[in-house]
DNA sequence: TACTCGTGATAGTATTACTATCATTATGAA
DNA sequence: TTCATAATGATAGTAATACTATCACGAGTA
């Protein structure tokens, strides 16, 4: 049981919302709200009257919920990152590495439970990552938003695994692709599986949990792919 | 060159599209307008004053504009599964089958260019799928939409294809998952390719069209696993 | 003491996402 | 031809959204 802290560079907000009661009540109220409403019923104004503040107020941390989603979905993938980190890092082989690594991508690694976030509903978090982590991309701003360099956490974390990838077999020609496949695939499986579940062999009926049944799928696709 | 015509059930509209110039100009015109401004500034008033209407006249045919982006996503979807059928019906060894099957999700089969759809232009269609078709499920309305029947388009194409994994390797476990799999990667990688590259090895900068280097990235990708 | 910093309170604006009503025009059946 | 009906246009209105702006207040700091 140990207690961390992501750090989130300046250029995700205006003021720091790891930096006051009110800030870190923003991000984790936010968090709640989006889970209950969805990214586009959400607004400033209910999680102001939420969190007994104001729009101006949250204003003052971020220009709008778009950019709130970008940082919500920075400091997830800052999060993955560092549990992959810590998980991985006393690991020699590569395979092995890259299983650990999937298995955190895919929420299945039994260290996820062990690690106190302060602040941070990681169960809740998840739950908004699935359903609307896409949408910091897919908005005409894509470029926009690209060019301020707000997509870093994701990229890096594709890159860091992909590394490991091409370590495995140098010959594979997509390691990139593939790891941005797999990390959408363990959301979007993990969506249907709840909500179209007629797209996916992954079921809330087995005796396996999602995240389970999520990792074998996505561990199967990737060793067959570059061995 | 021939002229067929797709047809999407009542369920889709409030009056149909296809049944009036009108209605075809709605349809026509919004996929322009979204590809322009993307499906968040896309609003009923811009689409009215584009076609010379009012607003008041395109509520008379979809409730919203989600709910028309879902009738364009279905058309899109009916479209792929027609195209399918046509270019695979005399083809009897299913691992063939199967790669036309793909090539024509990811567009780069030979076959495409040659059918004449009046009033849709395909390749505006299909850059407004790519960008937004995931917006027609990644909402809280998802489980009452999926309730009325509106997604069984995508589903209907998914399973399709999987019947064809099914065919080539019955002892594989995951055939809709691999298949939805791949239709959300087919988009997302040309999407990131464009727009984060650092995401992809497919790239606008090779000599091979991204829809064929997407198609071989999965392509490969299937067999590999199935086989 | 004065100053500024973070926050709250309040107000205002353009736009969105509808809903409602009524007028006009085109179509086609009697 | 006439009458009825359906399709569209014109206009208005409403609640909510996504902001922007201004001022006031209290706490801590120099």
Redesign the interface.
């Known amino acids: 049981m140990s207690a961390i802290s992501i750090v989130i560079e300046k250029k995700y907000y205006n003021k720091d919302p790891q930096s006051s009661d009110l800030g870190k009540n923003i991000v984790s109220t936010s968090i709640e709200l989006m889970n209950q409403?969805?990214f586009?019923?959400f607004t400033f104004k209910k999680l102001a009257s939420a969190i007994d503040s104001t729009e101006a107020s949250i204003y003052r941390y971020f220009d709008n919920k778009h950019k709130l989603l970008v940082y919500i979905t920075t400091w997830y993938w800052a999060w993955v990152e560092y549990m992959i980190d810590v998980s991985t890092h006393h690991i020699k082989a590569s395979d092995e590495k890259l299983k650990e690594m999937i298995k955190i991508i895919c929420h299945a690694s039994e260290h996820i439970s062990d690690i106190d976030m302060p602040g941070m509903q990681l169960s809740l978090l998840r739950k908004v990552v699935v359903?609307?982590a896409?949408?910091t991309?897919?908005?005409?701003q894509?470029?926009e938003i690209?060019n301020l360099g707000l997509?870093k956490g994701?990229?890096g974390l594709?890159?860091k695994v992909a590394l490991v990838v091409n370590d495995i077999n140098p010959a594979y020609?997509?390691?990139?692709?593939?790891v941005?496949?797999i990390l959408?695939?363990s959301h979007?499986?993990a969506?249907?599986a709840q909500?179209?579940p007629?797209?996916?062999?992954?079921s809330m009926k087995k005796k396996e949990s999602l995240e389970r049944q999520v990792y074998t799928?996505i561990e199967?696709?990737v060793f067959?792919?570059i061995r």
């Not at 991309?137 to 005409?140: E, G, M, P």
């Not at 020609?173 to 593939?178: C, Q």
């Open positions: 409403l969805g586009e019923l359903s609307e896409d949408k991309y897919l908005t005409k894509v470029d690209n997509f994701f990229k594709c890159h020609p997509y390691p990139h692709a593939l941005s496949t959408e695939a979007q499986q969506f249907f909500h179209l007629s797209l996916t062999e992954i799928f199967e696709f067959k792919l």
